[in-house]
């Protein structure tokens, strides 16, 4: 694989993209750099994490997140276990610890935890002996998601530093606009945040991007544009008049796009609301949209993330 391989990644967790170099960052992209090579041929399996559990523990359903852990822990050779738990009725905190507890005493070497609280990652991170992935945490951060959209920009773009990334939507509410907002300004990107003020309110600025309220402005020589989905299940009241409203002046169409690069790459991390968010011709146009190539980034992106928080382990057996 690539040449930075051999460096140590010094964390024992992977809980959001702020603890994270410029240096921790490139060298989990080049990891992923290799293993979308072996994901592209017809025998995908290595050793490299056999003998070692992993559990994928989502208190907040998922479908592509968990399948794309899914795959890469058993590409690389791990036993993957899948537990789903519902919250609704419990006290969460004591579930939260009390699950963790539990599991610790199973031995795994990885745990993949998605909450929808802010922080409970972290919370859980603390009582476990073994590394720990966040797969999402309420609004506050989505890692892999980043770093695989990171992955998708560089590969298709040649480069992170210097390219206008627009992200657009319920910045708000979203753990993805977050980690994203972190990583791709420590690689030198140029941010701007689009929507209206409910969803993107100007104090966003002191994150050192630029804020939009109009998608022409906002969307200007863009070379990326990612769109994020109304994310209801987070809002307290009304935050948009109408979905159809919504989709007229923020929604992406080949319209609003005209003022954007001419070469300019559309992102979703899913999943998408056509019609809501984004004009389902946009979406599946194969020249200008990334969506499915971020899916596939998104399984290799998640194999690094388990051999570099594995190394330690392997090293000591
Ligand atoms: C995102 C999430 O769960 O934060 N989805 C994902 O992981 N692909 C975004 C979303 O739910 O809208």
Redesign the pocket.
Known sequence: MSDGAARPFPHRHLLGIEPLSREDILFLLDLADGYVELNRRPEKKLGLLRGLTQINLFFES?T??RTSFELAGKRLGADVVNMSVSTSAIKKGETLLDTAMTLNAMHPDVLVVRHADSGAVALLARHVACAVING?DGRHE?PT?ALLDALTIRRRKGRIEGLIVAICGDIVH???ARSNILLLTRLGARVRLVGPPTLVPPALAAYGVEVHHDMRRGLRDADIVMM??L?TERMRGSFVPSTREYFRRYGLTWEKLEVARPDVLVMH???MNRGVEIDGVVADDIHRSAILDQVEMGVAVRMACLDALTRRLREAA
Do not use: F, I, K
């Open positions: 998922s592509r997140t999402g989505h998601q979203s753990r993805v994020l989905r994310q991390p899913g999943p």
